[in-house]
């Protein structure tokens, strides 16, 4: 048996273990940490009697108070909607300038509409509803089928040309793809086009091609978007006298619109939304609006 090596300092023998002249004392362990140990095994044995803790099969201890989170979930969740369905049959039933001057109730719907907004509408309009290329910003004032209650809310029922039976449907032809306009006429309308939203008008043609421009526009455009291009929401037809574009206004985008056509797409949400739901969304949109910079 060897001797054991003692540290002329404190008197404790070495296990024999040295880093870079450090040698590891051989010390009992600290008490606390004896108490730590001790206090968790005993917490430990007392949490698997009281609390369900180990699995027996296709079933597990339930422990002595019965606990169960997945009930305490549902009963919360439970609590929740029923705490939901009050405010939320008021929306279906009250008007909505009493829903809008209630404080309390339009908290409710921001918090919900915006939840909403998020897991359905989010993906297309973006997070805070302005929209990117093909699809419209939902904050100003722009709305291709109006900006009333009513029609924000059919919209959001049946969609556009989302094969829904009500379905608004809207489609701009492809006036050079299918050979309806030649190149020169497409370039003197794009022109044209261009320049009511242009506040330098003169920048963007000869006057003779913005001439021959309002010409084509009044034969093949002017039925959709009007005499005065200011649009129509009856057929979903854009306001083109505006700076607010859905595909893009400068003269290249325009020449695509044109030449290829549009057709924009929303789904119908009359059969995965509520009707409350739909109207929160509704009343949302018409909030953010309102409150928009």
């Given at each position: 048996m060897g001797v054991i090596e003692r540290d002329p300092h404190t008197g404790h023998g070495t296990t024999g273990h040295e880093w870079n002249g450090i040698k590891e004392l051989n010390t009992a362990v600290p008490w606390p940490i004896w108490a730590f140990l001790i206090a968790t095994v005993i917490f430990s044995v007392v949490w698997w009697i009281l609390m369900p803790a180990w699995p027996l099969g296709d079933t597990y201890t339930k422990g002595l108070l019965g606990a169960d989170v997945r009930?305490?979930?549902?009963?919360?969740?439970?609590?929740?909607?029923?705490?939901?369905?009050?405010?939320?049959?008021r929306i279906e039933k009250e008007e909505l300038s009493a829903i809008m001057s209630d404080s309390e109730l339009m908290q409710d719907i921001r918090?919900?509409?915006h939840?909403?907004?998020?897991?359905?509408?989010?993906?297309?309009?973006?997070?805070?509803?302005?929209?990117?290329?093909?699809?419209?910003k939902l904050t100003d004032s722009a709305w291709l089928w109006?900006?009333?209650?009513?029609?924000?809310?059919?919209?959001?029922?049946a969609g556009v040309n989302s094969g829904h039976p009500d379905s608004r449907f809207s489609q701009m032809p492809a006036w050079g793809r299918d050979q309806m306009l030649d190149r020169k006429a497409i370039i003197d309308v794009s022109a044209?086009?261009?320049?009511?939203s242009d506040a330098n008008k003169g920048g963007n043609g000869s006057p003779e091609q913005l001439a021959a421009g309002q010409k084509i526009f009044v034969d093949n455009c002017a039925s959709c978007h009007g005499s005065d291009a200011h649009g129509a929401h009856q057929t979903g037809a854009p306001d083109l006298t505006d700076n607010t574009w859905l595909y893009g206004g400068d003269a290249a985008s325009i020449y695509e619109s044109i030449y290829n056509g549009r057709q924009g797409h929303m789904p119908a949400w009359e059969s995965r939304l509520s009707?409350?739901?739909r109207k929160i969304l509704m009343i949302y949109l018409l909030d953010l609006g309102q409150n928009s910079p």
């Open positions: 009930q305490n979930v549902a009963t919360d969740l439970k609590s929740a909607e029923e705490k939901r369905s009050i405010w939320a049959s918090e919900t509409g939840a909403l907004f998020g897991d359905n509408c989010a993906a297309c309009h973006g997070a805070r509803a302005e929209g990117g290329p093909g699809y419209p109006g900006q009333t209650p009513d029609a924000i809310f059919e919209t959001i029922r044209f086009v261009k320049s009511l009707n409350a739901d």
